[in-house]
């Protein structure tokens, strides 16, 4: 069974400075999706950023962007320039194909600091 | 465009009563459905998930069951609550790789 690990429970930054949040998944698949979705205090759940496998360019959406790294199974989010905004808990996501089912890790929550 | 609609908003429930939770999705058809909780601010537990009508998945084993009566609808339920079913659900729907998700329901069993 599909597996996503988030080890960082809890993280805070200054505002302005660059955060990478990690996340490790575990797959006998070789080609799956991967997303990074943002919770805010709303609890509205926003997807960020998403990964093919199979592409070997780290997606990048703005000031997010990816280190994906097939081999290590790792997955994480870089968040460059952090705005206040950028507060919230952020889940790492897992899809094996279109049809299955949608796998999240346990979170990290993200405080940004003035 | 697609949306989705989940209600109630917030939900309080004495121990040992029904619970129907409702979920529905316009501007799409044959969607993948999910429930998930979210208990005290924390992951994202996956409860069922549908791949259409009459066809759920349960993934963990609990008080509650999942019903899809139409290709749009989505309902979460209980026969008789407990207080360890207390937490945030969230309905969602998928199509291709993206999922879309509710506002999520604050159910609180008392």
């Known amino acids: 069974a599909q597996t996503v690990t988030q080890s960082q429970p809890e993280m805070s930054v200054q505002e302005a400075e660059t955060v990478t949040l990690s996340c490790t998944y575990d797959?006998?698949?070789?080609?799956?999706?991967l997303f990074w979705y943002k919770q805010p205090p709303s609890r509205q759940m926003i997807l960020v950023i998403r990964?093919?496998?199979?592409?070997?360019q780290n997606a990048t959406e703005n000031r997010f962007s990816v280190n994906f790294q097939k081999a290590a199974k790792s997955f994480s989010l870089k968040i460059s320039d952090s705005q206040l905004g950028d507060t919230a808990m952020y889940f790492c996501a897992f899809m094996k194909h279109r049809d299955d089912k949608i796998i999240f890790g346990k979170g990290t929550r993200l405080h940004i600091l003035p | 465009s697609q949306t989705i609609h989940q209600w109630p908003a917030t939900l309080v429930q004495p121990v040992g009563s029904p619970l129907s939770l409702e979920c529905t999705v316009e501007g799409t058809s044959n969607p993948n459905l999910y429930w998930y909780r979210q208990a005290a601010g924390r992951g994202l537990q996956l409860l069922f998930y549908s791949v259409g009508i009459g066809q759920i998945s349960s993934e963990v084993p609990q008080n509650l069951s999942a019903s899809r009566p139409q290709d749009r609808q989505f309902i979460l339920s209980s026969k008789k609550l407990l207080l360890s079913d207390s937490g945030f659900y969230l309905c969602?729907?998928?199509?291709?790789?993206?999922?879309?998700f509710g506002q999520g329901t604050r159910l609180t069993v008392v």
């Open positions: 990964q093919e496998a199979y592409k070997q």
């Open positions: 797959t006998s698949e070789s080609n799956y999706y």
């Open positions: 969602a729907w998928s199509a291709d790789t993206e999922a879309f």
